[in-house]
């Protein structure tokens, strides 16, 4: 058996570990779902040793499954769920408290008290590319200092550890040796200065916290140390981590300014290079990184959905509609195309280009025909519009995308995916892999370790699978786009 290089993917509803050759083939792959915890309207929290034993199981079975053995593994990527806030005691590892999940609200009042203030909302955003706004990670570690008994404290006493989810898997694998994330993860954090790559000494004062707290970044492709044998059976690397989307965007081959991703997970994120400079979105998209290699970064625009997957998971869990997300095709599928029903999923507030972390979701233009098909329709609808709305946003901001890139685990849905293209008027291309994200983070580690030397390498595996081409008439597209915005105007609680 030759090399191989791990890839764990840790996501927002469950943790994979997949094992590819060194040449980009998947040789097995172990998922794990675990559990949300939603305490309260608009909070969703994970607890870190569910996160941290889903990733420990997937490693272990897909070394098992596979028989391949740890000292066979040349390198580790660890790509994930961004922005998911954890602190920790240093001496002990244990959480102070739960992982405040990307998708929690509870953050909304604080950020709108740092709102009023215009001045420090501008620098926010030309430091760190993003918009106030309780996704990211500055509010979630105030909160857990300002409402867990004696954390100040203890972060003032430089007892405790920030971190994403990457850092805390990385602490965890090298048994609290490395404290460490990468400029992507950094750059989600609202903390991280995009033109000095280092966290941003103001920010930090304005959120009162530490800056003991606060992890070393290196690049995506960098020695982040190593995972301690006793886990695996073998002392192995760990050389990348980078976040979810970003590395979708790698496993995309999006490596030319002007390329665009979308990947349906849990959300939605579209993602498109710009090349070397950092641009400003006049239309409320997030200037985020792609990647940072060899010090230099490449920088990137985001639209950020929070409920994609998700919208699905409800209509399964909440509403028992369908009894798994696959059948969600067939009910669509039989829906009366004729309907105008709309389904907002706005349930914990509407991310980009809206950032309206107040508005709730809506179901719209009910009849008396209206049936499970048709809200099952209107769900997976409303992912296609949202996309529409991003891509709105991007070519207003001068990115007229040609096609559209996708991944994820929503792509696999052939109705979605055409709806899509219908959607949006131009052509959507599926990568082969549905895995685009833990590919992507295995050729970072497979560039650490010398198996490819440039990205150029990497663009020339990339693999198209189906295409999916725009069919709908432009008066037909455009009615039930047009139906959408007046259901989105009919929730929203705060100006955009
Ligand atoms: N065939 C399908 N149709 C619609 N949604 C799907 C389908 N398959 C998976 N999903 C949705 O995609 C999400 C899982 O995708 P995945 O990429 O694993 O997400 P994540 O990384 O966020 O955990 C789930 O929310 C699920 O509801
Ligand atoms: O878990 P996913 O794949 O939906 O990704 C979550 C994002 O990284 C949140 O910003």
């Given at each position: ?7 764990i993917?840790q996501?927002t ?12 083939e998947?040789?097995g792959?172990a998922q ?7 305490p ?10 569910q996160?941290w ?17 740890a000292?066979?593994?040349i390198s580790?990527?660890i790509?994930?769920?961004r922005?998911t ?8 590892g ?7 999940v990307?998708q ?6 604080m ?5 009023t203030?215009?001045?420090f909302?501008?620098y926010?955003?030309?430091a ?9 990670s500055?509010?979630k570690?105030r909160?857990?200092?300002?409402n ?18 990457d ?10 040796k490395r ?20 966290w941003?000494?103001r ?15 290196l690049?995506?492709?960098?020695e982040?140390g190593?995972?301690?044998p006793?886990w695996f059976?073998?002392?192995i690397?760990?050389?990348a981590?980078?976040?979810d ?20 997970g ?11 400079q ?7 998209l ?13 920088y990137?625009l ?5 409920m994609?997957?998700a919208?699905?998971?409800w209509?399964?869990d909440?509403?028992?509609l369908i009894?798994?997300a ?8 039989a829906a009366?195309?004729?309907?105008n029903?709309?389904l ?7 991310g980009?280009p ?5 508005a709730?979701?809506a ?13 099952v329709?209107?769900?997976?609808q409303?992912?296609?519009y949202q996309t ?5 946003a991007?070519?207003a901001?001068g ?15 052939q109705?979605?995916m ?13 990568s ?18 010398g ?6 390498e ?6 198209q699978?189906?295409t999916?081409?725009?069919r709908?008439?432009?008066q037909?597209?455009e009615?039930a786009y047009d ?9 929203k609680?705060?100006s955009?």
């Amino acid at each position: 058996m030759s090399d191989c290089i791990l890839a764990i993917d840790q996501g927002t509803t469950s943790s994979r570990a997949i094992l590819f050759s060194t040449t980009g083939e998947c040789l097995g792959s172990a998922q794990q779902e675990f559990p949300q915890h939603f305490p309260h309207d608009g909070w969703v929290e994970h607890q870190p040793e569910q996160i941290w034993d889903s990733v420990y199981n997937t490693v272990k079975q897909v070394i098992e499954q596979t028989g391949i053995d740890a000292t066979r593994i040349i390198s580790t990527g660890i790509t994930n769920q961004r922005e998911t806030t954890l602190i920790w005691d240093r001496a002990t590892g244990e959480a102070v408290y739960p992982a405040i999940v990307w998708q929690d609200r509870r953050t909304s009042d604080m950020c709108h008290a740092y709102s009023t203030d215009e001045e420090f909302v501008h620098y926010v955003q030309q430091a760190t590319g993003l918009l106030l706004d309780p996704y990211f990670s500055a509010t979630k570690i105030r909160w857990i200092l300002d409402n867990v008994d004696g954390a100040r404290t203890r972060a003032e006493r430089g007892e405790l550890a920030f971190g994403t989810v990457d850092t805390y898997l990385l602490w965890r694998l090298t048994d609290g040796k490395r404290h460490a994330t990468d400029a992507t993860n950094a750059s989600r954090t609202m903390l991280f200065n995009l033109h000095q790559q280092c966290w941003d000494p103001r920010i930090l004062s304005e959120f009162d916290i530490p800056a003991s707290l606060l992890p070393d970044v290196l690049d995506n492709a960098a020695e982040f140390g190593q995972i301690a044998p006793h886990w695996f059976g073998a002392a192995i690397p760990v050389q990348a981590m980078a976040g979810d989307q970003q590395a979708a965007l790698v496993g995309q081959a999006c490596f030319s300014p002007g390329m665009v991703k979308s990947t349906y997970g849990t959300g939605c994120f579209m993602i498109a290079n710009t090349g070397d400079q950092p641009v400003q979105s006049q239309h409320r998209l997030l200037t985020t990184l792609g990647y940072r290699l060899n010090g230099k970064p490449t920088y990137a625009l985001e639209g950020s959905i929070f409920m994609a997957g998700a919208t699905v998971q409800w209509l399964r869990d909440g509403l028992k509609l369908i009894a798994s997300a696959e059948q969600s095709e067939a009910l669509a599928k039989a829906a009366n195309t004729e309907s105008n029903v709309y389904l907002v999923p706005a349930f914990t507030g509407l991310g980009a280009p809206y950032w309206d972390p107040d508005a709730r979701g809506a179901l719209l233009g009910l009849t008396r025909d209206t049936g499970i098909n048709e809200i099952v329709a209107a769900g997976l609808q409303s992912v296609c519009y949202q996309t529409r709305d991003l891509l709105e946003a991007m070519n207003a901001d001068g990115l007229l995308a040609s096609c559209l890139r996708v991944d994820g685990g929503m792509s696999n849905n052939q109705w979605v995916m055409a709806y899509l293209a219908d959607t949006l008027g131009i052509q959507v291309q599926r990568s082969q892999t549905s895995e685009t994200t833990a590919l992507g983070v295995a050729y970072l580690a497979a560039l650490q370790a010398g198996v490819f030397n440039t990205l150029e390498e990497i663009a020339e595996r990339w693999q198209q699978g189906q295409t999916f081409e725009p069919r709908l008439s432009e008066q037909a597209r455009e009615k039930a786009y047009d139906g959408w915005r007046q259901a989105i105007d009919r929730i929203k609680v705060g100006s955009d």
